[in-house]
Structures are given as structure tokens and as C-alpha cells.
């Protein structure tokens, strides 16, 4: 491991590390006495894409490592077509690292790859939060043909981070302005930039999302086997992975609180990030077995 | 309003006000600078029903308000067939007490009530916690005669609270646990009690029932119009008003944040006493027009 560092999530420089299987690209934000955060990242979604106002306030008490899974960004290799196949990087990058126990923030996508890492290596997921996501065999996820999403989606005038403003966010004005700000802060950094995903990466991905969005015999079975403290976040109104996906985590995992935002979509961990992270550092303070906190 | 004290819940004396309506019975605990916590009870609960573990932790900072509705424990009067009729009996007494604005703790059927005074007077409800409570038109709220509930209720070896170990805790070891302490921390109290409920109250109060899971063409545009920063609570396994309504509630309140908890029934406030005080009082204690905290 490298020497802890102090950097924010604007001026941490993109690190390389090299695993069994692939050169991983990360970076590292902070430091503290408590297991380092890893931090999963969405659909097409880069190192480029965290929001300083969630992950640097988390970084105050430790490491937060944020992650480009293999072939996105500026890891090498190519992206699985499996939540499973990205797993198995994930768990890579950490045996690389050589952390044997770390927690995790999965954000939509990176919501499931955190399933997965829980299920194929208990011992290594500490406390998981599970933000915008859903179970294998959930409804409704990332389905950008429909109606509410293939139009931002398609609009000529929605340029670079303009579209997330759209497709994260609640159509409220309180709602679009937090997209505003929050595409402000992403524009921040100024150097030292990810490649951008391009057709490949989602291509890939969303083979992925439809393979784990097909239901098989032991579903929601699967979730009982997760008994890692897990706290499960959503908008009310997300329409990329609807707020339904969350009840059915929290139903499903033995040892799950949920907890759902108002007036906000996808990105309500962005959108309400004050509140996020106080109910996060205070989730990931406890040291209980169980989940409440 | 009487000289403010710092009884526990387990020994605040019943005192009785003179309202327009009624004279009612309730307790004060604690006292603080914070705004007045008024909180309502459940089917058939009485004074004597509110927990220590709860309503100490809230008195802390603020003065805790328990109230008999009209026909219930001490207080005169006889029970409203409808919710909205129990409303008017709170907001007599809120009255009499020269209240002109308090936060409000609902709970179940006490939860219904809340959204009806919010509705009714909304300048006198500042912030409100909804916690195991259905909004009106919600699904199987209290059908007694289903089997996960009529067998325990039906149990002649469960006598006294022991039924409410039963029917407010999840049939896990580590929620009929939390059961057992809950109850132990009710029997505390050694003197003072209220009238335990008689048939008559539990039948006005299920027609009251009855009457709000009637669904109206309004339904869930009245919760539109309920824009109090609300906290909606419920356990993932509530038999007695399933979660579903939960969901409902905060999908239809614009300014509402949801928190579920896992491995436990109705009485979920009661099992996680600690975290759902930690939560609540950091809920009150916002100053946010939002709900988010």
C-alpha cells in the first residue's frame, strides 16, 4: 500500500495497481483509524464521477478508494458482462491491495457488484452501503429506452455532465438545482481526468444489468445469505432503478435499515449529501453486529 | 400549563386538563428547550403503553406530552368511531394546554391521527414521526382475525402485555428478546395506572379502522397536502400494518424520509429504542424546512 494521503476528491491523483487479473486505476482520499471505504461506481461512471460533497466528508475519519473496475477508465481489460465478472475484479484490486476486510458504498451498479462481493467473500465486506440499487431479479432497472429516460438521454442540447442533472435527479426545481450543484462539483476537477466510457463500456454493462435483472430459483434466497450490517438508500422518485428495488433489499436482507429520500431520484445520495453522510459515517461508526444505528 | 418537571416515564404522575370537548389524561417527562413532544398511542394503548426506553431518552431535551384520547384510560368522554374525530380530541387538548405548536410522535392508529391533525390544523403540527402507521386507503391495517395475529390474541396462557410481546415483535429469538424487555420495562411502573381498555374501546377504535383503510378518490393527493418534515418508521415484519403502508406513505407525503427496520414487527421503535431515539431526536432537532436530517 502507498502512504496514506490527505488529498480531497478534486486533487487525488489517479493511482495504478496491478492484480492477478487486470491494472486497476484508483484513487485515495484521506485517511483515519476506521476500515478504508471502497467506493463502487455506477453505469459508465469513472473515477471522475464522485462527488466530493459524499466521499470527501466520509474520508475525514478514513481511507475512501474509489474504483475503476476492469476496462472502464483507465483499468485495463474489458468489462465483464456479469455483476459477478466485475466482482471478481473488485476482490482483485483488493487482494492487491492487501485489505482483508474493508466497507463498502456500491452506488447503483456498484450497489450489485457489492452484493456479489459480499456473497462470494463474506469476510472481506464489513458493513455495506447499498445506494440507488437492486436485488438480482429486480424490476424495472435501467431500462433507458423508456419514455422518462430515453428523452434526456437523446437530447442533443444535454451535453457531458448536463445529462446527469436530468436522469439523477427528481424534476422538482429543488430537485434539478441539487443536479446542478452537483454537476458543479464534478466539474471541479481540473486535471488528471479519466477516459470517458464510451459504447463498449456500456454495451457491456448493460448486458450485465439484464442478466441481473432475470430472476432465478434462490433470488431473493441469495439476499439471506448477505448478513454483513447493510444500510440501503434511495430517492422516492428513481427512476433509473426505481425505489421498489430498495424495498426489496430491505425485505430480503436479514440485516438491511433502509432509508428513503424525498423529492429525489437516483442520485439522492448527491442530492442530499449532508444528511447522507451523517447517517453513513454514524452507519459505518457502529460496532454492532446488527445493522440499526 | 402546569410548572414544567423531570418525572421519568415510568413515574410521571397521571395528571387531567379540561378541554372544550373533554377532560383528559395525560403525563408530562422531562424538559428541555425544544418544542413540546406530543405522542399519540396505538389500538387499545393507554398511558401505561408508552416505553421508558423511548420516551426518557426524547425528555431529555424537550418536554414529553402522553395523551389519552376521549374514552381512553382517564380521559372522559367516549372513543370517536372515526380518526378524524380522534384528532379533534388531540388538538382540544394541544389547546387547552395553550400549545400553539409542538412536534407530534404518532404510533399506529396514534399515527393516523397525526396525519388527520397535520391536515386539519397544519400550523400546529412543526415536525411529525409516523412509526408502524398506514396513510388513509393503506392495506390490511389491523385485521385482527388473520392468523399470524389471531392465534396469539386468541392464546388464553398470554395474558397482560405478554400478548403484546407476541404481536409486536417478530417471531425471531432476537425480536421476541426484545419482546420480553419491552414488556418488562412497561411493568415497571408500580402505581398510577390508567383503565386498561374494555371491548367497547377496541370496538370504536377498529369501525375508526375500518373507516380509514377506506380508500377515497382523494387519498394519496391528501398526503400531498401534508407538508410537515415527517419521519416515517416501521418494522420490515409489522403483521399488524404491514410495511407496504410505510412505503406508501413515503412516496405520497412530499417531505417525508422513510427508515425501516429489519428483524422486527410494529414495535420497532421499542426493540431499536436506541437507534430509533438516536434518529428521532436528531429528526427533531433539525431546523431544516426539510425533512432530511
Redesign the interface.
Known amino acids: 500500500m502507498s502512504i496514506t494521503t490527505t488529498n480531497t476528491t478534486t486533487t487525488a491523483p489517479t493511482e495504478l495497481l496491478r492484480g492477478t487479473r487486470e491494472t486497476y486505476a484508483y484513487r485515495r482520499v484521506g485517511s483515519g483509524i476506521r476500515r478504508p471505504l471502497i467506493c463502487l461506481q455506477h453505469f459508465t461512471g469513472t473515477l471522475d464521477n464522485w462527488d466530493r460533497a459524499v466521499t470527501d466528508p466520509l474520508a475525514s475519519e478514513r481511507e475512501v478508494i474509489l474504483f475503476d473496475s476492469a476496462g472502464v477508465g483507465r483499468s485495463t481489460g474489458t468489462v465483464p458482462t456479469t455483476v459477478a465478472g466485475m466482482a471478481m475484479h473488485a476482490l482483485d484490486f483488493l487482494d492487491a491491495l492487501c485489505l482483508t476486510s474493508c466497507d463498502v458504498l456500491g452506488f447503483s451498479l456498484g450497489g450489485m457488484v457489492a452484493q456479489e462481493m459480499a456473497a462470494a467473500r463474506p469476510s472481506i465486506v464489513h458493513r455495506m452501503m447499498l445506494v440507488g440499487t437492486a436485488p438480482r431479479g429486480g424490476e424495472d432497472i435501467m431500462h433507458l429506452d423508456k419514455p422518462s429516460l430515453a428523452a434526456p438521454l437523446g437530447d442533443p442540447s444535454l451535453k457531458g455532465y448536463a445529462v446527469l442533472q436530468k436522469i439523477f435527479f427528481a424534476p422538482t426545481s429543488s430537485s434539478q438545482a441539487a443536479g446542478a450543484a452537483f454537476i458543479e462539483r464534478l466539474a471541479e476537477r481540473a486535471a488528471d481526468h479519466d477516459r470517458a466510457s464510451g459504447p463498449d463500456v456500456a454495451a457491456a454493462q448493460m448486458t450485465a444489468f439484464r442478466e441481473w435483472e432475470r430472476a432465478t430459483a434462490t433470488g431473493v434466497a441469495d439476499l439471506g445469505r448477505i448478513t454483513q450490517p447493510t444500510l440501503v438508500v434511495n430517492g422516492?422518485h428513481d427512476e433509473m432503478i426505481p425505489?421498489r428495488n430498495s424495498?426489496r433489499l430491505?425485505?430480503g436482507?436479514?440485516?438491511?435499515?433502509?432509508?428513503?429520500?424525498?423529492?429525489s431520484g437516483h442520485g439522492s445520495l448527491f442530492q442530499?449529501h449532508?444528511?447522507f453522510t451523517?447517517q453513513a459515517a454514524?452507519f459505518l461508526a457502529s460496532d454492532s453486529p446488527?445493522?440499526?444505528?
Request: aromatic fraction near 20%; glycine fraction near 0%.
Open positions: 422516492v425505489v424495498y430491505s425485505e436482507l436479514p440485516n438491511a435499515m433502509l432509508l428513503v429520500y424525498p423529492d442530499f449532508d444528511s451523517r454514524a446488527f445493522a440499526p444505528f
